[in-house]
């Protein structure tokens, strides 16, 4: 491989990771800012792509530890003597690779690459605290019920952090919680604001996921 040749195939490898690391992202990411924007109806849209996430993060690894290997590898150590036209060509050596070509740019896509791998750890940062824990509400016990919420949809902590924003932001709510592991919302509201009907209703607006069961949980004090 020549240099030049070396020089081109960098690029289209950082252009490919790059590709990758974003698709790879688009199930977490797109429920996230789809709930800020309002457009919730799309949150769902890569839910799908959600089993694929793990061999695409590996790929992504691949293309460029590839690429990174292509800028540490010196012209001619590819594992043969460098021809008489390479060593004809080492001159171009010698000119300065364009930003494209360097080091720096593909250090600067990687750093993307891994922030957006690593989006559903951090996605609750542009999710205002909407926990009730600092307010006084006033509500007689005997109106408060929880609830939990079968949902369809969700893949990552971005989409907890999507679902628990559309019920914190509904009127009466004082707790929510959801995993999307076990695909269930969990929410404690006062029966006489708001009703389970329109919580789910809420979910689904707001998030674009699917509601497929709601039911009310029994205090567990008032048995006693």
């Not at 999710?127 to 949902?151: M, Q, R, Y």
């Not at 679902?163 to 269930?184: C, D, H, P, R």
């Not at 029966?191 to 039911?215: P, R």
Request: aromatic share 8%; glycine share 8%; with cysteine.
């Amino acid at each position: 491989m020549s240099n030049s040749n070396q020089a081109n195939t960098t690029p289209k490898s950082v252009g490919t990771g790059l590709l990758v690391a974003i698709t790879a992202s688009l199930c977490c990411i797109t429920p996230v800012f789809a709930t800020l924007a309002g457009i919730g109806g799309i949150a769902a849209t890569f839910s799908w792509m959600e089993p694929f996430r793990p061999y695409l993060i590996g790929l992504t690894v691949l293309v460029l530890g590839f690429a990174w290997y292509q800028k540490f590898l010196p012209a001619g150590r590819h594992g043969r003597p460098r021809t008489q036209e390479e060593i004809d060509c080492a001159c171009d050596e010698d000119e300065r690779p364009s930003f494209w070509q360097s080091k720096k740019f593909l250090g600067i896509v990687t750093v993307f690459a891994v922030l957006m791998l690593a989006f559903p750890s951090y996605s609750g940062i542009f999710f205002p605290d909407n926990s009730k824990g600092d307010k006084v509400i006033v509500v007689k016990e005997s109106d408060i019920l929880n609830a939990e919420l079968n949902i369809k949809g969700m893949t990552c902590t971005g989409c907890e952090h999507s679902v628990n924003a559309a019920l914190n932001n509904s009127e009466g709510v004082l707790e929510a919680s959801s995993s999307y592991k076990s695909g269930i919302a969990t929410v404690k509201f006062d029966q006489t604001k708001v009703s389970v009907d329109q919580l789910a209703t809420n979910v689904e607006e707001a998030t674009g996921y699917k509601v497929t069961e709601k039911k009310i949980i029994q205090n567990k004090t008032s048995n006693q």
